[in-house]
């Protein structure tokens, strides 16, 4: 059993006794109540629970929460900046991208991992970041539409803070 702390979604949490190889997955679920990230297929292989750790997009489902101790997690519930949705949340719900919407916190946490990296991607640099995540409802075509658009978004987001810092 172990003791450890971890920032999750900018507040630090503190999880006493818990099993050395509980899945963070369990652990944001069942301990911190952030339900938004989902089970899929437990092996890492659908992206359903994907979170960023320190930036970075990862599985949820196969990380010891353990071995976090200390690190930045950023779930779907964390995305957004207080009230003002994330671009990927505004354009999921403009685009209507969701169907049965099971994957889709997986897809977007995802997807801005990736648009953190890349700001102008191109369909291919979209499709190759996103093969990993899967979508049983089939809605590829919005997820990549609403990416785009997104990175539009976050690009003339940018243009703007710097033309004001300039000004």
């Not at 301990?31 to 599985?59: F, M, N, P, Q, W």
């Amino acid at each position: 059993m172990a003791d450890f702390k971890l920032k999750i979604n900018g507040k630090n949490l503190d999880f006493k006794n818990q099993p050395d190889d509980i899945p963070l997955l369990w652990l944001l679920r069942d301990e911190a109540g952030l339900v938004g990230t989902k089970y899929g297929c437990g092996g890492g292989h659908c992206g359903s629970c994907t979170v960023h750790l320190d930036g970075v997009a990862i599985r949820s489902c196969l990380v010891p929460a353990a071995s976090l101790d200390g690190r930045q997690i950023t779930t779907i519930e964390g995305l957004a900046n207080g009230d003002a949705l994330h671009p990927l949340q505004q354009t999921w719900i403009d685009l209507d991208v969701a169907q049965c919407g099971y994957c889709q916190a997986g897809q977007i946490m995802n997807a801005a991992a990736f648009l953190n990296k890349q700001s102008a991607p191109d369909e291919a640099a979209i499709d190759n970041a996103m093969a990993g995540n899967l979508c049983r409802c089939g809605c590829y075509i919005r997820i990549k539409e609403a990416i785009s658009q997104a990175a539009t978004i976050l690009a003339s987001t940018a243009t703007e803070k710097t033309t004001e810092v300039k000004s």
